[in-house]
């Protein structure tokens, strides 16, 4: 993809239309795909940016053609601002981004699916779908605000081959993964963790690393030794194992009592005679 000859008064594209820039000021920087964009194929873009001002990238589409919008080299027929000025015409959809998801070099991927949702990655996280209700039977040419802090935006290829460590869990794995490409997902943020191990193990301990919570779980046992943990259960045949393990463990920990126990009784028999 390239940016589109029409663009706003304060831009430069070069790199063969690769990278659009921000010459001056911190607006009158408007930029579009000089192709429709086609729905469920990805883009991405690499951004630069400059702290020195407030306010972040505009992103979005318009179902106009933008050789209509101005003549070539930019011109006084765009608007200095792609918010309020063009979303509020008809035809255009814009969204401003927040600065938070806007680093020195962000890359933000994004598409349009099927549903007419535009989806929107930063650096590689999954933000949602910035716009809705696209008419996706129509033509649609990116629309690129290169305000505030953004000073330039460059097409660069997007990362479409699996994560080595999907590939390796192999192919149900990878068609799981294309298609939480394809129609965007959420962080999961629970799960369920199984800690098994012998009295005094230190499980409690574990527990109040594990969810941040010191003295939490503390047993009322005194003098609890605490040692790290033995295992971290993640599914029911591992489980089934380490409970095996671990009891064959307490046993073997109790035999080794037993007899440390009949040494020191022993002993003491000895200093008495």
């Known amino acids: 993809m390239r940016f589109h000859s ?3 008064a304060n831009v430069l594209v070069d790199e063969g239309g690769k990278r659009a ?7 009158d920087a408007i930029a579009f795909s000089a192709k429709p964009v086609a729905v469920g194929t990805r883009l991405s873009l690499q951004l630069t940016s400059n702290e020195a001002w407030t306010g972040a990238l ?23 601002f792609s918010c309020p000025d063009l979303a509020s015409r008809q035809g255009y959809w814009v969204r401003p981004l ?20 535009f989806q929107l990655f930063v ?16 033509r649609l040419w990116l ?14 290829t997007p990362c479409s081959s699996a994560p080595v460590e999907v590939v390796a869990r192999g192919p149900e794995a990878v ?66 194992r380490a409970l095996k393990a671990d009891s064959e463990f307490c046993m073997t920990f109790k035999i080794e009592q037993a007899q440390s126990e009949n040494t020191v ?8 005679l």
């Open 6 to 8: 029409v663009h706003g």
């Open 265 to 272: 009784k022993l002993q003491d028999h000895e200093a008495l």
């Open 21 to 27: 820039t921000r010459l001056a000021s911190f607006c």
């Open 175 to 240: 068609r799981a993964y294309r298609q939480a490409c394809a129609e965007g997902s959420v962080p999961l943020y629970r799960t369920r963790l199984y800690i098994v191990g012998c009295p005094g193990a230190g499980k409690s301990s574990l527990k109040e690393a594990l969810l941040n919570a010191p003295g939490r779980f503390l047993s009322s046992q005194p003098n609890l030794e605490k040692v790290p943990q033995r295992h971290l259960i993640y599914d029911y045949s591992t489980r089934k």
């Open 143 to 156: 629309i690129v605000d290169l305000y505030g802090i953004s000073v330039s935006a460059k097409f660069v």
């Open 98 to 117: 927040p600065e938070r998801w806007i680093a020195p070099c962000s890359k933000l991927t994004f598409y349009v699916n099927a549903q007419g949702h």
């Open 58 to 80: 505009r992103l979005g589409l318009t179902s106009h053609d933008p050789a209509g919008s101005s003549t070539s080299g930019g011109g006084g027929a765009l608007p200095r």
């Open 123 to 138: 650096d590689s996280e999954y933000k949602g779908a910035l716009l809705s209700g696209l008419p996706v039977k129509e």
